[in-house]
């Protein structure tokens, strides 16, 4: 890699002019332009995931997803390896895969039949003989275009449009300690998100779905009908009566840790509604084979991650989420439930509680969803011109972890999101 | 091509073949709950839209139609307890998402009985719901209404499932009663 030290300026784009270190600009979530430029440089540049591995298990499973603006097909290939295809006939750019997944050797263009391998070849092409000699050559030119770097960790399938780029353990950096953390919890190692993805339409820009993922101010508000209604939060939500963290990880991940809160209170699944372990007694009883006694009930204290990895996954307890930006205004979110595999009754459970807190119907992240409709809204009105994020900033501690804050309202997540984004969205588009 | 002669035995057999495929329209009390059902969900009369339930009560958006709850994400899947919970977070007033709530009225139709137990109806319905809140946004569907009849004559919901027809797609939040 070359050092450079100031770097020259590449374009009219003023970085400076929408995030300082205690605030961001109201139009990173209402300009076109900006959105734009998101997608050319955090989604074309970067990181991004795109699926996990158990749904593409078997050769010549795949799925359609999108990475920023370009549709792709992720494809476990005849060969056994995972590709990241761009989704688009290398003739007349047909759309080339129209299902949401399946399982296919080949996929054949609706448009002039040209078929492709799952690896992405081009295989075959109908009246080939008018491209007389150059047949061969169109052949291999017009194999399907793939993102060249794909990897994965514990599962989650990353890929970059780029081909040069930090590698994927450089990028997830301390946030694969999250993820470590969610596999804690399966005696295999392994968990399947095959439950299928809610799809649930945010009418608001894709950071505001995000960075609320890791706000630990919210809560007691946006969520007050579910704690007056129904029952009280696991933990209490006022920050000083609670040992909770929130962190800015690095790279642009960030999360909220109760894991200390747990361990004081050391009873296991607090975060799983409080059942009491004889209820999954082959859950419980797998994890302490795989692991020992105390390991496993160390896991079951802490539970699951709440964990933003930048910039499209959130790892939201016995949920995954990811988000599909849409346009500036408008954002998919991806949910499903964490499957641990042969744990049938825990899995029961885990799916009936996804479906009371999560997607459009579900008692919390419906009202996140109108909140973040409101905040769009209210994004019209120009001023003031910043929206700051300077809660606790007196307060972060540097450890080796990250940059922490003990007030769990402080806004420390959303100032290390910003400040990846600066980097990013301010470098070379 | 030659037009097919068609013989009184083929004529017979197409007669008994639609008449198989046709379905009993419902009796006039189960129609009318279905209506009350409807009317108490469109003006948010949460309270009483609870009571129409039975104790083992499902409510359910899935998906896909041929979902398996012990291994798919519905949309909603409630049995009695949840949804008393969400009939309990709409009464606070405090569920942004519906505060104010959608105002709402949907067209319950092509009503048809689908299964007769001793003491259950199933009936499907086409339904159109047009709701305004901010904006106007319509659903549609096929809604399958499973009504029990007690032997006090009195009628209470057991199930309702609702198939909506872009449940593949992004759904937009659906905080009311569906």
């Known amino acids: 890699m070359t050092t450079v030290e100031t770097p020259a300026p590449v374009d009219e784009f003023d970085v400076s002019a929408m995030v300082r270190p205690d605030r961001v600009h109201g139009s990173v979530y209402t300009s076109p332009e900006i959105f734009r430029r998101e997608m050319d440089t955090i989604f074309k540049t970067g990181w991004v995931y795109v699926a996990h591995e158990s749904e593409v298990i078997e050769r010549g499973d795949y799925l359609t997803r999108m990475i920023g603006h370009d549709p792709v097909v992720v494809a476990r290939g005849r060969d056994g390896m995972v590709r990241v295809l761009l989704n688009r006939c290398t003739h007349r750019a047909n759309k080339l895969c129209n299902a949401e997944k399946g399982n296919a050797n080949a996929f054949r263009c609706p448009y002039h039949g040209w078929t492709f391998a799952n690896t992405g070849a081009l295989q075959g092409v109908p009246m080939r003989q008018a491209y007389g000699e150059a047949f061969e050559q169109v052949r291999s030119e017009l194999g399907l275009a793939a993102a060249p770097r794909v990897d994965s960790y514990g599962g989650f399938v990353f890929a970059s449009l780029a081909a040069e780029g930090v590698s994927l353990p450089e990028h997830l950096g301390k946030a694969t300690h999250a993820i470590d953390r969610l596999l804690n919890l399966s005696p295999t190692r392994r968990i399947d998100l095959r439950a299928n993805w809610m799809k649930h339409m945010h009418h608001a820009n894709w950071k505001m779905v995000v960075e609320n993922n890791v706000d630990g101010y919210h809560a007691l508000f946006t969520h007050a009908s579910v704690y007056d209604a129904i029952r009280p939060a696991k933990v209490s939500h006022v920050p000083t009566k609670v040992d909770v963290l929130v962190r800015d990880i690095g790279n642009g991940h960030s999360e909220i840790d109760y894991s200390n809160e747990y361990r004081k209170l050391d009873e296991e699944f607090v975060w799983y509604g409080r059942i009491p372990r004889a209820q999954l007694p082959e859950y419980v009883g797998a994890l302490e084979r795989a692991y020992g006694p105390e390991q496993a009930h160390d896991a079951l204290v802490v539970g699951p991650p709440h964990t933003l990895i930048w910039p499209n996954l959130f790892l939201a307890e016995m949920n995954v989420m990811f988000v599909e930006p849409q346009a500036v205004d408008r954002t998919i979110a991806y949910t499903t439930a964490v499957l641990i595999p042969g744990q049938d009754k825990l899995n029961e459970r885990t799916l009936r509680r996804a479906e009371g807190a999560m997607g459009p119907a579900g008692f919390l992240i419906a009202d996140d969803g109108e909140i973040g409709m409101r905040n769009q809204a209210g994004l019209a009105a120009e001023l003031p011109e910043w929206l700051v994020l300077s809660r606790g900033m007196s307060t972060d501690v540097i450890d080796d972890t990250g940059i922490i804050n003990t007030d769990k309202s402080a806004e420390t997540p959303q100032r290390g999101f910003y400040s990846r984004w600066a980097a990013v969205v301010g470098g070379k588009a | ?178």
């Open chain 2, 1 to 178: 091509m030659s037009m097919t002669v068609e013989t009184g035995i083929d004529e017979a057999r197409r007669s008994a073949a639609i008449s198989a495929a046709m379905r009993p329209v419902p009796e006039a009390d189960i129609l009318s709950f279905l209506y009350l059902e409807s009317r108490l969900a469109d003006e948010g009369r949460y309270t009483e839209w609870e009571s129409l339930w039975a104790e083992d009560a499902v409510y359910r958006v899935p998906m896909h139609p041929d979902d398996d709850p012990r291994t798919t994400l519905a949309y909603i899947n409630d049995n009695r307890r949840r949804i008393k919970s969400r009939v309990a977070q709409l009464n606070t007033g405090n569920r942004h998402s519906q505060t104010p709530p959608s105002v709402m009225r949907r067209v319950l139709s092509n009503s048809e009985v689908v299964a007769i137990t001793d003491d259950t109806v199933t009936v499907e319905s086409n339904f159109a719901l047009f709701e305004y809140r901010v904006r106007q946004r319509f659903w549609a569907g096929r809604v399958i209404h499973t009504v029990r009849r007690s032997n006090d004559g009195g009628l209470r919901l057991v199930g309702k499932v609702v198939h909506l027809i872009d449940a593949g797609g992004p759904v937009d939040t659906l905080a009311f009663l569906i």
